[in-house]
Structures are given as C-alpha cells and as structure tokens.
C-alpha cells in the first residue's frame, strides 16, 4: 500500500539507479542531469571545438530541428549524443533520411569513457520500417519512429539506431578523432569510385594518404568483413600494414 506518493516515487528512482551503470564519481556523471536539448548541445559544441582546435573549417547551425548541426571542411554533419544504459548500448533517435546531410557522428558518452563514430549517407539504407545501416563492415538494423519529414515533428521522430558498447571505437585524444574523420571522409569520396586487382585490393588509391595509427587498428580488428576490400577500405591502412595484420589475403573468385 502506498501511504505517501512522494516517498513511493524516490524509492521507485532509487532502485532504478542501483541497477545503472553510473555513479556519483564517475568522470561524466553529470551528463546524467541534462535534459535531451541540453546534451544535443554538449554534443554540437564538443564537435565544433574539436575540429575548429583542429583548424578545420567549422560552420554550427543553432538549430535543432535542422537536417544537419555543424559543416566541416564542407561535409554536413548531424551530430548524435546518447550515454550508457543498463544494457550497455547507446540509442540514438531522430535520424532523418533527408539528402541534406552527409555524415553523422554519433557521440557515445559511458561513465568515463568516450567513443566515436562517423558514419557517412550511403551507409545508410531507409525504408518505410526502418532499413539497415553499416557500422564498420557489419550490417545492423534501424527502426522508423515516425514522419521525419513533418515541421512540427516530436522528439525522436525518424530513425533510431542502437549501439552496443563492444562494437564501438574509443577515443582519447584529439588526434584520435581526427584519424576518425579523416578515414570517414575517405570512404565518403572514395565511395564506389574504386577498382580492385584480384587480391580484393583497391588499386586506384594514393596510398601515401594513408597511415597506421591506434584508432585505424582498432577499426580494422572491429570490421574484419567477408571481403577484405571492406575491411580495407574502413581501416585507412597502406596495404603492407594491412597484410600484416589480417595475416593473409585470399585471392577472390573471379
């Protein structure tokens, strides 16, 4: 019997917190205590200082019913923010399937840790229930959550997309961003512009634009895809350090 509904409320919250994955000493608990609109704006300005620190190009619309947040070096990007749940994933709503955007970052925040992901259009495929997207050479399903296309839209309204903690990228520096992004736009412009010899690698790129880092392996460990043409193309490696890592190529059946 409930004899005061005050008391019956704090008591229903408490139990929910001690099932959470966050707590008071955590290095970002207080994202915790921000509303939706406040955390979209922690993480529309987090990107626009990252990358103006990086003496990108940075253009932020202040508009949160937009089709896109911020524009870097000309690439329109809609920027995501979700923090850990009791299940360990991160949900991200609101994805609109317009053709005004380019790139989506998704912002993960987990009690003291941060990840990363840049995922460009074409690795999206929307339909009327949801459709599919593509995170680092895996296929994963979206779910449709309403008219995204309606001026007076809800909160959540378009595509939600769920993110399981082991399948993301953590990032510690600034650097690290920055090889996230620079590996994304990578497969942004070499999206179907590419040829491939009969070991399923691309032949048709500079490859002095490309490098080793931490943030590139551990892409390619996350992807490891049937055709390493994939895996290849989403770890920005040169192909000497890619052969090494996967350990072989297999020659692919003409």
Same mark, same amino acid.
């Given at each position: 019997m409930i004899i005061n509904i005050l008391d019956h409320l704090r008591k229903l919250?408490?139990?929910?917190? =001690? $099932? /959470?994955?966050?707590?008071?000493?955590?290095k970002f608990y207080l994202i915790k205590h921000l509303s939706i609109d406040q955390r979209g704006r922690v993480g529309e300005h987090f990107l626009k200082d990252v990358f103006s620190a990086l003496n990108k190009s940075v253009v932020y619309v202040n508009n949160a019913h937009g089709d896109w *947040? =911020?524009?870097?070096?000309g690439i $329109?990007?809609?920027? $995501?923010?979700?923090?850990? *749940?009791?299940?360990n994933k991160f949900q991200h709503e609101g994805i609109k399937s317009s053709k005004k955007w380019d790139m989506v970052c998704f912002i993960d925040i987990a009690p003291n /840790?941060?990840?990363?992901t840049f995922l460009n259009k074409n690795d999206f495929e929307f339909n009327s229930t949801g459709g599919t997207f593509n995170l680092y050479g895996k296929k994963c399903n979206s779910h449709f959550r309403g008219n995204d296309t309606n001026p007076k839209r809800a909160t959540g309204s378009g595509y939600k997309v769920d993110f399981k903690? $082991?399948?993301l990228v953590e990032v510690k520096t600034i650097k690290d961003i920055e090889e996230l992004f620079e590996a994304q736009i990578l497969r942004y412009k070499l999206n179907k512009e590419i040829y491939f010899n009969d070991y399923d690698i691309p032949v048709n790129i500079n490859y002095d634009d490309l490098g080793l880092s931490r943030v590139s392996v551990q892409i390619l460990k996350k992807a490891m895809p049937k055709k390493l043409s994939d895996a290849y193309l989403i770890s920005g490696l040169n192909p000497v350090d890619f052969k090494l890592l996967v350990g072989q190529v297999e020659t692919r059946k003409k």
């Open positions: 919250i408490i139990d929910e917190n =001690i $099932k /959470s994955n966050w707590n008071t000493n955590d *947040d =911020i524009e870097v070096n $329109k990007i809609e920027v $995501k923010l979700a923090t850990l *749940d009791v299940n /840790s941060l990840y990363l903690l $082991k399948d």
